[in-house]
C-alpha cells in the first residue's frame, strides 16, 4: 500500500459524486484519485498504483461492468479489489458484477459507515492476499535453485 490507509481510485462521471466521495475518504486518511469514465479509469492504472476501486455501474462510452471486465482480464490489474457503487439496483446487475469478479456492491445513495467498513474489508484482504503471494514466492525461490 502506498499510504497506510490505503489509495482509492473513485471512477463517476457525475463530478458531484467524485467530490463528495473525495472529500469523506480524505478526512478518513485515503489517497483518493478519480477518474470521469472508464477509458480515463483504465489510463490512469497504467501509471498510478491503487489499493481499491470504487467503480459506479451507469457512465455514458464504457460502463462499469465493461471496465471491471478489462479490468479482469489485465494480469496487472486484476487483483485490485472493485466495489461497484451505483444506483441501478437489480439482480441482473448484481449477479453479472459478481460474475465479473467484482469484490462488493453498495447502492447509492451510500451510508458513510458501511462504505469505510467495505473498504476496510477489502483493503484488508488486498493485503493479506498480497503478503500470501510475497511468501509464496520466498518459499519457491530456493527450489528454483536446485
Known amino acids: ?56 455501474v451507469m457512465m455514458p462510452e464504457m460502463d462499469g461492468l465493461q471496465v471491471c471486465e478489462r479490468l479482469r482480464a489485465d494480469e496487472q490489474l486484476r487483483e485490485i479489489p472493485v466495489i461497484l457503487l451505483t444506483a441501478k439496483d437489480d439482480m441482473e446487475t448484481r449477479s453479472r458484477g459478481m460474475a465479473l469478479g467484482v469484490s462488493d456492491y453498495l447502492t447509492k445513495p451510500v451510508n458513510k459507515r458501511e462504505l469505510f467498513n467495505r473498504i476496510a474489508t477489502q483493503l484488508h484482504s488486498f493485503e493479506l492476499n498480497r503478503r500470501l503471494t510475497e511468501t509464496a514466492e520466498a518459499v519457491a525461490q530456493p527450489s528454483k535453485l536446485r
Request: charged share 20%; net charge negative; glycine share 10%.
Open 1 to 56: 500500500m502506498i499510504n497506510p490507509k490505503g489509495r482509492i481510485l473513485i471512477v463517476d462521471d457525475d463530478p458531484h459524486a467524485v467530490e463528495i466521495l473525495t472529500r469523506m475518504l480524505g478526512h478518513e486518511g485515503y489517497d483518493c484519485l478519480s477518474a470521469n469514465g472508464g477509458g480515463a479509469a483504465l489510463q490512469l492504472l497504467r501509471n498510478q498504483p491503487v489499493d481499491l476501486i470504487l467503480l459506479d
